[in-house]
């Protein structure tokens, strides 16, 4: 796991790519006018609270938005980027992996419409998903294989 998890850095919030096998888990956002997004498929995570570290607020997001508890070793990559809200501000972005238990262990928030999985390919061609996060999937990606 990147240290800076762990930092104390000026950060907007975590987004985070569940995997589980081949897929990814998906949260279909409100369709809401007042929020950025609406009725777009995006991935779970969230503003930072107070002075988290990132890892506290992704831990703190995914227990709130899917009643999954992620312990740091299912992190298996993370990067910093702008933030996609403030251009002038970082915001962390992580891929973790959990099992096909946990998966089914999820007690959906009441923050977006649906989650489901979604192949890893769909994801990164699909119509209808914040491109931003497409990208930073894409990222991880280089050099791995994927099949659809």
Same mark, same amino acid.
């Given at each position: 796991m990147d240290a800076y998890l762990k930092d104390q850095l000026d950060f907007t919030g975590v987004k985070v790519a569940l995997l589980?096998? =081949?897929? *990814?888990?998906?949260?279909?956002r409100d369709n809401k006018t007042d929020i950025p997004?609406?009725?777009?498929?995006?991935?779970?995570?969230?503003?930072?609270?107070?002075?988290?570290?990132?890892?506290?607020?992704?831990q703190r997001e995914v227990w709130e938005e899917l009643?999954?508890?992620? =312990?740091?070793?299912? *992190?298996?990559?993370?990067?910093?980027?702008?933030?996609?809200?403030?251009k002038d501000r970082l915001?962390?972005?992580v891929v973790a992996q959990i099992s096909q238990k946990q998966?089914?262990?999820?007690?959906?928030?009441?923050?977006?419409?649906?989650?489901?999985?979604?192949?890893?390919?769909?994801? *990164?061609k699909a119509e209808g998903v914040i491109p931003q996060l497409q990208e930073r999937l894409k990222?991880?990606?280089v050099g791995k294989e994927i099949d659809n």
């Open positions: 589980v096998e =081949k897929s *990814i888990l998906v949260v279909l997004w609406p009725n777009m498929w995006e991935l779970p995570g969230g503003g930072r609270e107070g002075i988290e570290t990132p890892l506290e607020c992704l009643g999954l508890t992620l =312990k740091e070793e299912s *992190i298996i990559w993370s990067r910093i980027y702008p933030s996609i809200l403030d915001a962390v972005f998966y089914q262990e999820i007690c959906f928030g009441d923050e977006g419409q649906e989650f489901k999985l979604m192949p890893i390919g769909d994801f *990164i990222d991880y990606l």
